[in-house]
């Protein structure tokens, strides 16, 4: 599982752009600067869609304030579901980054898959937030469980920094 003091693996996901579904690096994404990452376990499921991604929302301006040059939401979705996710929660208009993991690699290689089968959740991401400066992971918070978002939330990852 990658740790504080870990580079980021490199991985291909996937954005909506203006013609349809992009691939983006996340090492092109993360170096030279300092970004925060959160991930869900997926798009519109409770904690995720009503505290999760409106916690980053709410904190964006901190984050800014702090030197973080962009703020990444990842889940293991397919790039419009993630779109429009972005926009039912007004992330994308907030200036959040929703990037897709249909694939599940970038969550696989940072050693943070779970599966869920009662809730339908297969190959997903479990809740982290992070702070990456020159793709170097220098903070990492983690929930103990399920449903919860704590240390995650936009206002956990700031007191972490």
Avoid: Y
Avoid at 1 to 22: C, Q, W
Avoid at 31 to 55: E, M
Avoid at 87 to 100: D, F, Q
Avoid at 129 to 152: H, Q
């Amino acid at each position: 599982m990658i740790s504080v003091g870990n580079s980021l693996p490199d991985a291909e996901l996937t954005v909506m752009g203006s013609s349809g579904p992009e691939t983006v690096r996340i090492s092109e994404k993360t170096s030279g600067r300092k970004v925060a990452i959160f991930a869900v376990p997926g798009a519109f499921t409770p904690t995720c869609h009503s505290a999760h991604v409106p916690s980053f929302i709410r904190t964006k301006d901190q984050f800014t304030a702090k030197g973080v040059d962009e703020i990444i939401c990842v889940s293991v979705n397919d790039p419009f579901v993630m779109a429009t996710w972005g926009e039912v929660t007004g992330a994308t208009a907030a200036g959040i980054t929703m990037l897709a993991d249909a694939g599940s690699s970038f969550t696989e290689a940072l050693g943070m898959r779970f599966d869920a089968p009662p809730a339908g959740l297969i190959g997903r991401s479990q809740r982290f937030a992070m702070l990456v400066e020159d793709g170097v992971v220098t903070v990492l918070n983690m929930e103990k469980g399920p449903g919860v978002c704590d240390l995650t939330a936009g206002e956990g990852l700031l007191d972490a920094m």
